[in-house]
């Protein structure tokens, strides 16, 4: 039954079917994008309210991420896209935590989808290679025969794990933690499994963070000095 209604479609665009998970990503986009509106469409010297929050998270997320890369330019240019995976990835965790989400239509948490993961994956992937290669301009090919040219098979190989670790890591915990809560609200319905849900809350978060860390980590790796 909850399979069932996660791979319905909802209503179609023309000849496009659009379903539950594309629903719940454009409810998140809308909501991020409401909140980065109204946080700096009228912006102060003195920031208050819902600019001071937002400011804080940016300053926090561009602090974080410097500590991460070597190269303050590095990380100033690409803690907008960090932080946007981060604040997404969040939103998408959180949404599968609103209570009954499993039994809503219109609600699945796009990260307990493969689809969505390797997406993001994939653009992890587009960003480190950029990222190096306008950092080091052909040069960046050398770490692909780093530390002989014997290497590059093992290279090409650890190329493709990185995307395939950063998907499978995010839809696996989130996928199956969406599952044991979904059967434990069917087993007891009027007895809410808080302590699940409240370290539901947690995992959700560090599943972020890690995405996120690990994304900047391959960045700072491809623009580090060593290629």
């Not at 087993?187 to 808080?194: A, R, S, T, W």
Request: proline share 6%.
């Amino acid at each position: 039954m909850i399979f069932g209604m996660w791979d319905s479609v909802l209503f179609h665009l023309g000849p496009i079917p659009v379903d539950h998970l594309v629903v719940t990503q454009w409810c998140i986009v809308v909501i991020l994008a409401l909140v980065a509106y109204s946080a700096t469409r009228d912006m102060q010297l003195v920031p208050r309210g819902l600019q001071n929050a937002f400011e804080a998270a940016v300053v926090w997320t561009y602090d974080f991420f410097t500590q991460l890369m070597d190269k303050e330019h590095i990380a100033k240019k690409y803690a907008p896209l960090l932080s946007t995976f981060f604040l997404f990835i969040l939103f998408s965790n959180y949404s599968g935590l609103i209570p009954g989400a499993a039994h809503i239509p219109g609600f699945q948490p796009p990260t307990s989808n493969w689809n969505v993961t390797i997406v993001l994956a994939v653009i992890t992937v587009f960003a480190v290679h950029i990222a190096g290669f306008q950092e080091h301009g052909l040069g960046y090919m050398n770490h692909f025969l780093s530390p002989n040219p014997a290497m590059l098979p093992l290279n090409l190989l650890e190329e493709i794990t990185h995307p395939l670790s950063l998907t499978l890591r995010l839809f696996g915990n989130i996928f199956g933690e969406e599952m044991i809560i979904a059967y434990m609200l069917f087993l007891v319905p009027f007895l809410v499994p808080f302590a699940l849900m409240a370290l539901s809350v947690l995992l959700a978060f560090i599943q972020a963070i890690v995405f996120t860390i690990l994304s900047a980590s391959y960045i700072a790796t491809a623009t580090g000095d060593d290629h």
